[in-house]
């Protein structure tokens, strides 16, 4: 296996009014190509800070993030725009879908910025959607659509451009046992058949358990994760 | 074109409140068609007067009569080829209020002084043998629902019989229409021998002269030529070029491009912050769906451009329909101006499309620079 995210010495941290806080510390990660990591830790720890800086959507202050073969930390704010269109899938905790666009015209959001044709568009959000097993509810606008659907519905979205990376934040942060085990063996699905490389950022133990990698953030920096918590 | 239904469906986000706006631009575009159009109506009503028909009244007012005798001195000055005359009438039919616009004239004369007035040669031969006849224009003789062989008793407020009676009795024989739409045709024409005979006073006096002349460009020197032939006398006269004449009643309204283009500016000023407003509250409510677009790998300059787009076509929607509705009623408008004929300028339409799109994206462009400058992790965390 070859690397797909290389985070070396890392450093990110914000100003909130007149504070400065670092929130990573010096951090260092290999996620190989095709792994399905699951990164743990309590609120507040830098989980998801370190997330975003993986899917290219903040920059660190100092520190080398290389993805998919590109510096992200020396890219500009639209070179890094068109580096995430081509390269990243993400899915939220709250499915983040746009309520006035029906399923199939939220999933065709990503292909918007890419060369295809309407026709080549409309076949590959309707791959996409039967995919996800919601091809019969392409016309169904979000606010028509369970929570689980919601995010089936997003996670054919992050799909649909073939990204390489899925970033997922609490992907079934907002779902029942039932659904939230569905999704997540969707992912693994998707890990295992599609060869999408995923990190996922989670607080549940059983969603880390499908995963093939668990990492634990805390008060900013790396490790494994401790016994009992991904058990 | 792909990315319309994305900013349709922006726009329609908050439905009630995009309607709204859309009225408010609806309406101020279709005043401001109105109003630009009627300005460009009045500029039209000057372009449609002749100016080889001079018209001479007295230099008092016009009210002061002149003399019948004129007309004979004034077709001797070189360049008039014909004159004729006019007398107001100061008609009423049935009840004073129902004020009838009368004027009493020589036919033969001012049907060849006046080729843009259409009267048929049986009309003209029968206002011709028949004293008492009456030609009626085609709008009053639908506003009054007369026609040809009705009689026609009026009163006038200001003239009365030799016999003291202010009754007169008319008989119309014939009407006239403007096929260009450029010469009212609410008045009631009777002959004028019939009318000066029988009146009791100020015989022999007409209230205008109308001048034919072959050369345009000679307006200035003939009227000048007409008005020293009775300089120094009891009954100046004051000639001009009916475009001269008419530019100059309307100068008396005062700067009418001025007001018009105050009361637009101020509209348009008020509505900047109604569609402001709205496109702000609109961008507010849509932060995460705006960071997630981002996410997507929609730079900021897309996403400021998805803004401005929505902004655009809503406005530029509604000012076409705000100017359609100032095109549809703006015609009969005209008309009444007595500029009939005319339809709403195309640069008029022109400029109010390229002033929504510019009054667009000023409104737009605070809401669209907050979408731009959006931090795709604040807002997903809501901050």
């Keep these: 296996m070859t690397a797909l995210v290389s985070i070396k010495q890392v450093v990110k941290g914000y100003t909130r009014g007149k504070q400065r806080v670092e929130v990573l510390h010096s951090i260092d990660l290999t996620v190989e190509r095709g792994e399905f990591v699951a990164l743990m830790g309590p609120s507040g720890s830098g989980k998801t800070t370190l997330l975003n800086l993986i899917g290219g959507l903040d920059r660190p202050d100092r520190g080398e993030i290389v993805v998919a073969g590109e510096r992200l930390d020396q890219l500009s704010s639209g070179q890094l725009a068109k580096w995430r269109a081509r390269n990243v899938g993400f899915i939220f905790q709250f499915y983040n879908l746009l309520p006035v666009l029906t399923a199939e015209r939220n999933v065709e959001v990503p292909l918007l910025l890419t060369k295809l044709s309407a026709a080549e568009r409309r076949r590959n959000v309707a791959a996409a959607l039967e995919l996800v097993g919601l091809a019969d509810r392409a016309k169904h606008k979000p606010g028509e659509l369970s929570g689980g659907q919601q995010q089936r519905v997003a996670i054919a979205r992050a799909l649909v451009a073939d990204p390489t990376l899925l970033v997922c934040d609490e992907p079934t942060g907002d779902l029942d046992r039932e659904t939230s085990e569905s999704i997540l063996k969707l992912l693994e699905l998707l890990n295992e058949h599609q060869h999408k490389t995923i990190v996922m950022v989670t607080h549940d133990p059983r969603a880390a358990h499908f995963a093939s990698r668990r990492l634990y953030v805390d008060k900013g920096s790396l490790a494994n994760a401790p016994l009992g918590v991904a058990a | ?383």
């Design chain 2, 1 to 383: 074109m792909k990315y319309l239904p994305l900013i349709w469906a922006g726009l329609w986000r908050k439905r009630v409140s995009t309607v709204l706006t859309m009225l408010c631009v609806v309406f101020a575009f279709a005043l401001f068609g109105l109003l630009h159009g009627f300005s460009a109506a009045l500029d039209g009503i000057i372009d449609a007067m002749s100016d080889t028909r001079l018209r001479s009244m007295s230099r008092v007012n016009i009210t002061q009569p002149l003399p019948l005798a004129h007309r004979a001195r004034m077709q001797m000055v070189p360049g008039v080829d014909e004159v004729s005359y006019y007398n107001f009438f100061a008609g009423y039919y049935q009840d004073r209020r129902n004020s009838i616009q009368v004027g009493a004239i020589d036919i033969a004369s001012f049907n060849a002084i006046y080729p843009d007035i259409k009267i048929e040669p049986q009309y003209i031969e029968a206002m011709l043998h028949t004293r008492n006849g009456a030609l009626v224009g085609e709008d009053l003789a639908k506003e009054q629902g007369w026609k040809v062989g009705d009689r026609l008793p009026l009163g006038s407020a200001v003239w009365t019989r030799k016999d003291g009676a202010e009754n007169w009795d008319f008989e119309i024989v014939g009407s006239y229409r403007s096929p260009s739409g450029r010469v009212p045709t609410s008045e009631l024409w009777i002959n004028y021998d019939y009318f000066d005979e029988a009146r009791a006073a100020a015989n022999g006096t007409v209230t205008l002269y109308f001048l034919k002349i072959h050369d345009s460009a000679s307006a200035a020197a003939i009227s000048e030529r007409v008005d020293a032939l009775f300089a120094n006398s009891t009954n100046e006269t004051q000639t001009q070029s009916e475009k001269d004449w008419v530019r100059a009643q309307i100068a008396q309204i005062g700067d009418i491009a001025f007001f018009v283009n105050a009361i637009i500016l101020a509209v348009m000023f008020a509505l900047c912050f109604v569609t402001g407003n709205t496109m702000m509250q609109s961008v507010r409510a849509r932060i995460p769906e705006l960071a997630v677009l981002k996410t997507y790998g929609f730079s900021n300059t897309a996403v400021m451009s998805l803004v401005l787009a929505e902004s655009v076509i809503l406005c530029s929607v509604a000012a076409a329909l705000g100017i359609g509705i100032a095109a549809v009623i703006s015609p009969p408008i005209y008309r009444q101006f007595g500029a009939g004929g005319l339809n709403l300028p195309v640069a008029v339409v022109a400029v109010g499309m390229g002033l929504a799109i510019l009054f667009a994206i000023v409104s737009a462009s605070l809401p669209a620079l907050r979408a731009q400058r959006l931090s795709i992790v604040d807002a997903l965390a809501g901050r």
